[in-house]
């Protein structure tokens, strides 16, 4: 399963937490279940830290969300931004970018005509504000072929 792949089941689990009181894994046993969702360590990490920090990612969604309340967002919208949100505020690996390009896939194709625009400006906000600045996540570097042989060497 690719990141994408898990990043779209994180999302499904968010959005279906959003009508139930189950835990992630009950969500997850229940919807392999019913059409074949597939258990993936990257998309339950991702889902559990997005629910273990709804309080932050939502203020952080109000806050850029100039016109319309966090009550007044579809589920998908809502799913959507607080899995990029939480990638963007706590995973370290993750490039803002990709979070945000990540999230505005998923509108494309889950959300309504206007989501994606939406999600993109609400998630360019987030990245914005001064205290994100130090958060501008930066995929790890990858050792050229150099180095890579000079260890070898070691």
Not at 121 to 138: F, Q, T, Y
């Amino acid at each position: 399963m690719t990141r994408r792949e898990a990043r779209e089941t994180a999302f499904i689990l968010l959005f279906e937490k959003t009508f139930t009181q189950d835990s992630l894994q009950q969500i997850l046993e229940n919807a392999g279940e019913a059409r074949d969702l597939q258990k993936n360590a990257f998309a339950l990490s991702l889902a559990q830290g997005a629910v273990d920090h709804l309080e932050e990612e939502d203020a952080l969604i109000s806050a850029h969300s100039l016109k319309w309340s966090k009550d007044r967002l579809s589920r998908v919208a809502l799913s959507i931004l607080r899995l990029a949100v939480y990638e963007m505020e706590f995973v370290e690996d993750i490039p803002v970018s990709v979070s945000i390009n990540e999230a505005v896939e998923l509108a494309k194709k889950y959300g309504g005509d206007e989501d994606p625009a939406f999600i993109n400006g609400v998630l360019g906000g987030v990245a914005r504000r001064p205290e994100a600045a130090g958060k501008a996540h930066k995929p790890q570097e990858t050792p050229d072929r150099e180095t890579v042989s000079a260890q070898a060497e070691d």
